[in-house]
């Protein structure tokens, strides 16, 4: 018996259960309901049965039998390894009809539903299944917060439709825990690898996996910022490979009308898609940079492209953002947009000089729109511009200058063309015509620029430079007319882009018309700070002494360019130069710029006049003296070339106790003159030059001596050059040597000297020393000020006898010299006579 059950049990478990067939359809009428049916369904409130999950087991089909078995049998394999329980409120929901989940590092996770049990009621429904007879276990489960309540018996029907029921729940409640559990590390990698793969693909084969652009910018639009930033990184690059070489231009209605082969389709195509994502990456871009997280990179990507394709479509966008941001607070983006200008300046044969034009209109605007208050960045670009030569030159002067054709040869060819019929003119009208389409696609596909087209994006970019220099020179005298008017006092402010304004009209001095040059040296005078009065007081808030040195600079370089042919007496900037000298400080100004200054006025010029020069020179040895060894080596080499030129200043050097030797034909010296002619400088004495013959720096100690050895040679002849160099070549030189003379072993010492010493020495308010006890005992002070003198006057003592003592002795030897010498006189004399005898 135990064996036919165990067979029967066997046979049941292998045997897998159909689902019956439906009853045959009744009607309502002829179904008859008992009460005790009603009683039972009424005490245990049985209602809302789920008629999908029914409806789906029913439906099954016998070709599964297989499968459903296998996975019963391993469903029961796991519940009989698993170990039992204490008090779980939990019930797990079969594999077979809940699919796990796979993690990311490997592990399984099934779904399970917490679902609260009821003791009276599985005890209730154990017993009316004992009463029954039922032989499958049946358990009864009862939801507090629904008061749902459902049957389950021992057949595979009603399990199914029970653990189908959650099932959806279940695992979209799994799914978002495991996406919570993800960490944004592992979706920042996977995406990474995603745009990567996107990525190579691109660069493979572009015309194939185009529509990858979209993927990449659907990622770039990620919550997530460091997905952002690598999106964006990752479509720059794409585009700087994928970008043609030429500018995309819409396509006509008639060419969009004419049928074209598969080829050109997918090449329309590509560059249609190409186009459309360029547009909005460029978009994304500007919308990026305003937000403070994504500028650096959003500005970055832009001057990137700009350098890359400056010829491609859309470029006008990518140039109003890389020229607004030329003036940003951030260096690193300043600089940034500053290199990518200059490139395209310099890089003409990428975008054929039409770049450059709209880039210096764009400046033109935005300093005319923020009224001159940007960034000197903003126009230091423009001296990174380059011009021909014969930029000036008219079509008309070459024309002149081709040789005349004769008269009579002239007259055949007009006889020649003028019996000509209608067909030939329409037929030579549309062979010109074509050849001018020709010439113009030809000129499209290439960037090398016709000269005649050159030369007019020349001449307009050279006159929207000038603009923009003119409006910044008018606003600064403007602004310094105001505040004159209004007596306010606001030092070295508002005028941020006068020193790129100058340094540039020194550089494209020789391209200004000759009309210009006369208002221009006008305005550059008002702007040096020099007034007819000489006994006017200064105002205090004129530009600094660099700016006003620039002045100078740029009025000598305007008048030599032009080869001197300017009638304009710059007498007024050698006085400006002059008293700016005395004004000039090591830690505030520009020592470049003067010796610049000193270069152009003094240094490159004819022969000055012979007051002028001795004023000159006079105040350059004083201004040796009283600067460091850069300063000083520019001025004694300007020194030395003006002593060089005039001889007769050479006078000077004379130790004389009243001046030179032209002392009495002159005033006495001025040093507090303000015009060099009213001096006197030729009365006075270099005696600076032989201090500095004692100073620190061998260069300027050895200048000085070699200046001072002037003063024994002939006025024609020259000493033996020691620096053949200019002055600010000579400033540059020493400059360098001075910075690289540090010690570069010694830098630990020197900063731990420097904390030692913030230590000690504290700058105190004059509150805090008012307060302080500075009390002395003047007894002590008296004793040992007292001790201290009396050292001095022993030395000073000790000195004078010490000069006494050498003077005795050296009068005792010359007395015994010549008592020698009178005495061998004598005997000569003696032996003489004794000859005679």
């Known amino acids: 018996m135990g064996k036919r059950s165990g067979s029967k049990r066997k046979d049941k478990k292998n045997k897998v259960i159909l689902p019956p067939e439906l009853p045959p359809e009744v009607d309502d009428d002829e179904i008859y309901v008992s009460d005790q049916d009603v009683d039972f369904y009424g005490r245990h409130e049985f209602h809302k049965f789920d008629q999908e999950a029914l409806d789906r087991y029913v439906g099954r089909t016998a070709g599964d039998e297989a499968e459903v078995e296998r996975l019963y049998e391993e469903r029961n394999k796991r519940k009989a390894l698993r170990p039992p329980r204490e008090e779980d409120d939990d019930l797990e929901v079969d594999p077979v009809d809940a699919l796990p989940v796979k993690t990311l590092q490997g592990d399984l996770v099934y779904n399970r539903a917490k679902k609260a049990r009821s003791e009276e009621n599985t005890g209730s429904m154990k017993s ?26 021992g057949d595979d029907k009603v399990k199914k439709s029970q653990t189908e029921v959650p099932k959806g729940k279940l695992h979209s409640d799994v799914l978002e825990e495991v996406k919570e559990e993800l960490s944004a ?40 910022q460091k997905v952002v930033k690598l999106g964006l990184m990752s479509l720059l690059a794409v585009f700087k490979d994928i970008i043609p070489s030429y500018r995309i231009r819409q396509l006509t209605e008639k060419e969009l009308a004419v049928e074209v082969s598969k080829e050109v ?27 403070a997280h994504f500028y650096p990179v959003a500005v970055r990507c832009m001057c990137a ?7 491609f479509n859309f470029r006008e966008s990518l140039l109003a953002s890389v020229v607004k941001n030329l003036s940003s607070s951030d260096d690193a983006v300043r600089k940034m947009c500053s290199e990518t200008i200059r490139s395209i300046f310099i890089n003409e044969g990428k975008h054929r000089g039409e770049a450059t034009i709209e880039v210096v209109r764009l400046i033109a605007d935005h300093v005319k729109l923020n009224d001159c208050q940007l960034h000197p960045d903003s126009i230091e670009v423009f001296l990174s511009l380059r011009f021909d030569e014969d930029i000036g030159e008219d079509e008309t002067e070459e024309q002149k200058g081709k040789p005349k054709r004769n008269k009579r040869w002239q007259n055949q060819e007009a006889s020649k063309q003028l019996p ?25 596909v290439s960037f090398t620029l016709d000269p005649k087209e050159r030369k007019r994006i020349q001449r307009e970019t050279l006159s929207a430079l000038f603009e923009t220099y003119f409006r910044i020179l008018k606003h600064s005298i403007s602004t310094l007319n105001s505040r004159s008017k209004a007596n306010i006092v606001s030092p070295g402010a508002s005028h941020p882009l006068l020193a790129p304004c100058l340094e540039g009209l020194g550089k494209f001095s020789h391209l200004i018309d000759l009309d210009f040059m006369g208002e221009l040296i006008a305005c550059l005078k008002k702007l040096s700070g020099y007034s007819d009065r000489q006994d006017e007081v200064p105002h205090d808030n004129k530009l600094s002494v660099s700016e006003r ?26 006085v400006q130069l002059y008293n700016l000298i005395l004004e000039y400080r090591p830690d505030r100004d520009s020592g470049e710029v003067l010796a610049d200054a000193l ?25 040796a003296l009283s600067f460091g060894s850069a300063e000083a080596i520019a001025a ?19 130790n004389d106790s009243g001046g030179g030797s032209l002392s009495s034909l002159v005033a006495k010296y001025n040093p507090e003159a303000k015009d060099p002619y009213l001096s006197g400088a030729l009365a006075s004495v270099l005696w600076e030059l032989s201090l500095l013959e004692k100073h620190y720096d061998i260069s300027v100690s050895s200048m000085a001596s070699n200046i001072l050895s002037m003063a024994a040679l002939n006025p024609t002849q020259n000493p033996v050059p020691i620096l053949n160099v200019n002055p600010l070549e000579a400033y540059r030189d020493l400059s360098i040597e001075r910075e690289l003379s540090k010690p570069a072993s010694k830098a630990l010492s020197l900063n731990l000297k420097k904390k030692r010493r913030g230590k000690e020495f504290v700058a105190l308010s004059p509150d805090v020393l008012e307060k302080a006890d500075c009390s002395v005992d003047q007894d002590e002070l008296k004793e040992k000020l007292q001790s201290h003198f009396a050292v001095l006057r022993g030395i000073s003592e000790n000195e004078r006898l010490r000069a006494e003592l050498n003077h005795t002795l050296s009068s005792i030897n010359m007395y015994k010299e010549y008592k020698k010498q009178k005495k061998n006189v004598k005997s000569k004399i003696v032996r003489k006579k004794v000859a005679r005898v």
Not at 193 to 221: K, Y
Not at 268 to 279: Q, S
Not at 638 to 648: A, G, R
């Open 636 to 654: 004694l080499v300007t020194l030395k070339h003006l002593l060089q030129k005039n001889s007769k200043c050479r006078n000077m050097l004379e």
């Open 128 to 153: 009316r299944a004992q009463e029954n007879g039922a032989d499958a276990k049946q358990s009864i489960k009862k939801d507090d917060l629904t008061g749902k309540s459902k049957n389950k018996t």
């Open 185 to 224: 590390e592992e979706l920042f990698e996977k995406k990474k690898a995603q745009l990567a793969e996107l990525g190579m693909a691109m660069l493979e084969d572009p015309e194939s996996n185009i529509r990858s652009l979209n993927d990449m910018l659907s990622i770039s639009n990620d919550k997530d």
């Open 599 to 623: 270069k152009t006025l003094l240094w490159e010029g004819k022969q000055q006049d012979m007051l002028r020069a001795a004023a000159f020179i006079k105040r350059l040895a004083t201004f």
């Open 265 to 291: 389709k997918k090449t329309r195509y590509y560059e249609y898609t190409l186009i459309r994502c360029y547009k909005t990456y460029l978009q994304k871009l500007i919308s990026l940079e305003k937000q």
């Open 305 to 311: 492209l700009l350098d890359t394709a400056p010829h």
């Open 420 to 444: 000509v019929s209608d067909k030939k003119k329409t037929r030579q009208e549309l062979i010109s015509k074509a050849r001018e389409e020709v010439d113009a696609d030809l000129r499209a």
């Open 549 to 574: 040195m620039q002045c100078c600079i740029v009025a000598f370089k305007v008048w030599r360019s032009n080869l001197e042919a300017l009638n304009v007496d710059l007498q007024d900037f050698f």
